[in-house]
């Protein structure tokens, strides 16, 4: 029987592993994986991606390297003869395997009464929406930082505000996946105070602020991977603190919606950006009628 481990001792990690096998980019099969591997705790997958799949030659190769390290398959096929060559190696070799979308898929097939379209990669097509995109990133890419002028902001859907290091570019980039375009300003004390942001008629304008403890480690971090010295007021915890309340007062006088990021990922805010915009379009659409 092994010892019992003392109260407060961290668990041992597990590793495992995952080979992930799809006749596309393999990006939807990645991010399921990681959000369902996000739930165990202490459980960290040594991940084999397998994108562009679509030969008999390559699945043979796909199934040499799985056999060589077992674990879980997760697979996004669309080929039937693919599919099945995957899923006979598998049982030939005693291993899970998953197609991840088929539940879904199933669930929406009997729901729409529509059988399922047998394109590979049919999310990748260079649609509207993916030219969108590609424009979006383009525009968060020409506007970040308070570059481009009050007129030129105006093709924003929305526009962040925020002192610095409040996560504003990653946000914008993130939401230019989405096909929403993005800009940011910064609050610079003395310079830049987001008054002209004022004048906006189209976009939706956010303020994003930071506790200030928060605030201070990331700026502190900041300055030490650059190997840089700044100014003590950038990283002070007084005048940080300040600076944070001025913004949110700002936000808060001018009638701006104010997300705090302190405990928020990228993604996290962004989702909760793209709930407001959606709130907005709503009571547009509504105030139409």
């Known amino acids: 029987m092994s010892p019992a481990r003392p ?37 960290i997958p040594i991940e084999h991606i397998y994108a562009l799949v679509r030969s008999e030659r390559q699945m043979e190769r796909v199934l040499d390297e799985i056999s ?4 879980v398959v997760l697979h996004t096929l669309v080929d039937r003869e693919l599919r099945e060559q995957l899923e006979e190696g598998c049982r030939k070799l005693d291993m899970p395997q998953i197609a991840a979308l088929d539940p879904l898929e199933g669930v929406l097939s009997r729901y729409l009464g529509a059988a399922l379209a047998p394109r590979v990669g049919a999310q990748h097509a260079l649609d509207t929406d993916y030219f969108n995109r590609i424009a979006a990133l383009d525009f968060a890419m020409a506007h970040d930082d308070g570059q481009g002028t009050t007129e030129q902001l105006e093709g924003a859907d929305v526009v962040l505000c925020g002192v610095s290091r409040t996560s504003k570019t990653p946000t914008c980039i993130y939401l ?53 010295v700044r100014a003590s007021a950038y990283t002070d915890h007084d ?51």
């Open 68 to 71: 060589a390290a077992p674990g």
């Open 7 to 43: 109260a407060g001792a961290s668990r041992l990690a597990t590793y495992f592993h995952v080979h992930l096998v799809s006749d596309s980019t393999g990006e939807t099969l990645n991010a399921m994986a990681k959000a369902v591997v996000a739930r165990f705790d202490g459980v």
């Open 239 to 289: 005048a940080v603190r300040d600076e944070t309340i001025k913004a949110r007062r700002a936000f808060e006088r001018r009638g701006w919606p104010v997300i705090d990021v302190t405990r928020r990922s990228v993604e996290e805010t962004a989702a909760a950006i793209i709930n407001v915009l959606n709130e907005r379009r709503t009571h547009r659409v509504g105030a139409s009628w």
């Open 176 to 228: 230019a996946h989405r096909g929403i375009r993005a800009a940011n300003v910064p609050l610079v004390p003395g310079q830049e105070d987001g008054e002209r942001l004022t004048q906006l008629k189209n976009p939706l304008v956010i303020g994003l602020t930071v506790s200030p403890d928060r605030l201070v480690q990331i700026r502190r971090n900041r300055l030490d991977g650059l190997n840089a």
